[in-house]
């Protein structure tokens, strides 16, 4: 038997004497935005200042920018290869 938690995020499969849970995977799609945003992150974004006339750019590290994009560094690696 299969289904999906509340969130849509986890599959879960039951057997009679087995549960197995396993995140949803990513669709191709996904992983493009993932992977692009977490390069624009780690390249820089121009942030406006805090008096709004003039941009200053801000980088963060490789690891950094994955946790702002949600995905571990290794799989965004991965991924990238």
């Known amino acids: 038997m299969k289904f999906q938690d509340k969130e849509n995020k986890t599959l879960i499969i039951e ?9 949803k ?14 390069r624009k992150l780690y390249n820089g974004v121009l942030m406006p200042s805090k008096d ?5 750019l801000q980088r963060w590290s490789l690891e950094d920018a ?3 994009v949600g995905v571990s560094k290794k799989s965004l690696d ?3 290869l």
């Open 15 to 23: 057997n009679s004497d087995i549960r197995i849970k396993r995140t």
């Open 25 to 38: 995977e990513r669709t191709i799609t996904d992983i493009i935005e993932k992977v692009s945003t977490w």
């Open 52 to 56: 709004e006339s003039t941009s200053e």
């Open 66 to 68: 994955a946790t702002k």
């Open 78 to 80: 991965d991924y990238l």
